[in-house]
């Protein structure tokens, strides 16, 4: 079975922090992406990658950046944590090449920031 | 940049009834997929059916099937016999394929009760 793991279920940090938020996937998916979910809202893009350095923009990504250093490992980076960026966040992984193309997720992180 | 609207935030069904939920979307393109995704309460995200734009036949798994209207960029779910286990929040997803790789696209869910 496909798993994405993210590094934490839960986090609080302190407004001002930098945080890290780790995703691993053992598929060797080309694919991975970093989503928030609010209420009301649904999931919301905040970067996507397609391969190994390469990084795209999603619909929200002010605030945040990425790295992907491995092809299996895609790190979210809040460069300043602030309380509006409290949310659970959610990883996924897929392969354009393969017959099924849809995303496989973790099982999120919930994150306070106070 | 694509759009998917899910405008039903809220559902109710009752057990071993018939309920669908709505879902529209806005592209340019013409190869995408779509899909329907299941979130309970375990927050553990779970596809529940797939469809590829380039097929005409709808998609079915088991109790649930989709009405994909192309031209109308429509793309509903059936949940047939509604269990309890059906309760969950429900996402509508559009993915397409760009520069070598996929970007991928939510709306905004819709929360499904099923009541015994």
């Known amino acids: 079975d496909v798993k994405v793991t993210q590094s934490s279920r839960y986090l609080v940090k302190r407004t001002g922090e930098k945080v890290f938020l780790e995703c691993v996937q053992d598929?060797?998916?080309?694919?991975m992406f970093w989503y928030r979910q609010d209420p009301g809202l649904g999931l919301r893009l905040i970067y996507f990658?397609?391969?190994?350095?390469?990084?795209e923009k999603g619909d929200i990504p002010e605030g945040y950046s990425v790295s992907r250093e491995k092809k299996e490992r895609f790190s979210l980076i809040l460069e300043s944590a602030s309380t509006n960026q409290t949310s659970m966040y959610l990883c996924?992984?897929?392969?354009?090449?393969?017959?099924?193309?849809?995303?496989?997720f973790g099982q999120g992180t919930r994150l306070t920031v106070v | 940049a694509q759009t998917v609207t899910q405008s039903q935030p809220e559902m109710s069904v009752q057990e071993a009834e018939t309920v669908t939920l709505s879902c529209t979307y806005d592209?340019?393109?013409?190869?995408?997929?779509l899909f329907w995704y299941k979130q309970p309460p375990s927050r553990q995200m779970i596809l529940v059916i797939r469809?590829?734009?380039?097929?005409?036949q709808n998609a079915t798994e088991n109790r649930f099937s989709v009405n994909f209207q192309k031209a109308a960029k429509s793309f509903s779910l059936k949940i047939s016999d509604s269990q309890l286990g059906d309760t969950a929040m429900y996402f509508c997803?559009?993915?397409?394929?760009?520069?070598?790789?996929?970007?991928?696209?939510f709306g905004e869910g819709t929360q499904l009760t099923v009541n015994p």
């Open positions: 996924a992984s897929s392969s354009p090449t393969r017959t099924n193309t849809e995303a496989f």
């Open positions: 598929m060797d998916h080309e694919n």
């Open positions: 990658s397609y391969d190994v350095k390469m990084k």
């Open positions: 592209t340019s393109e013409n190869n995408y997929y």
């Open positions: 469809q590829e734009a380039y097929k005409q």
């Open positions: 997803a559009f993915m397409k394929h760009v520069s070598g790789g996929s970007r991928l696209t």
